[in-house]
């Protein structure tokens, strides 16, 4: 018996059901936007005592990583607790962010900023646990946060109401939606019924 054939015999979940969690959708919107509203808010705060600088992104993407993990790590725990397989769609986005933060394209950050790692990663995830409203969340609330990276927002607004907290204060807002989206997603899962087989 060689090793693939003791790991299909002994491990019914490697070629089992298709494990999708009833909270697929609200818990990572929940907790990726908690990190971020949390990160921005801190920031806001701090500003202007040296908290904001050349690297005030990486230190919201690496958080934002963590988080990606921990939804991998949670899901597949309840899918093996099932006795199913788990489509690695956290586990690709923690791959994705960490590309951003522990490599040479870290400096993509100083320019599109942190949701290009909140975006990317979401997007990987959704398309491969074939999820469309994290797919579309993903599009949506990605394309916005790097076009402000850019300061494509900020450039737009009125030059006499511009302050130094107001490009934050949008990455805030973009956490502030995703949470909203979260919370609405989760009261939609609760009238439904428990995950199950695909």
Known sequence: MNGFTFAASDNP??????????????????????????????????????????FADWWIAVPLTIGFAILQLTFRRR???????????FGLAT???????????????????????????????????????????????????????????TNRLPTLGWASWEHRAIYFALGVLTLAAGIVMRMRENGAGPGGIV
């Open 13 to 54: 979940a490697a070629s089992g059901p298709m494990y999708h969690d009833r909270h697929e959708t609200s818990l990572p919107l929940l907790l990726l936007g908690a990190i971020t509203t949390v990160s921005l808010a801190a920031q806001l705060g701090w500003y202007g005592e040296g908290i904001i600088g050349l």
């Open 79 to 89: 899918a093996a607790r099932a006795g199913m397989r788990r489509p690695p769609g």
């Open 95 to 153: 791959i994705t962010g960490l590309v951003f933060i522990a490599s040479p394209l870290a400096v993509v950050l100083l320019y599109a900023g942190p949701f290009v790692v909140l975006g990317s990663g979401l997007l990987a995830a959704g398309l491969k646990l074939r999820n469309r409203f994290l797919t579309a969340w993903a599009v949506v609330i990605g394309a916005i946060g790097v076009f402000e990276g850019f300061f494509g927002i």
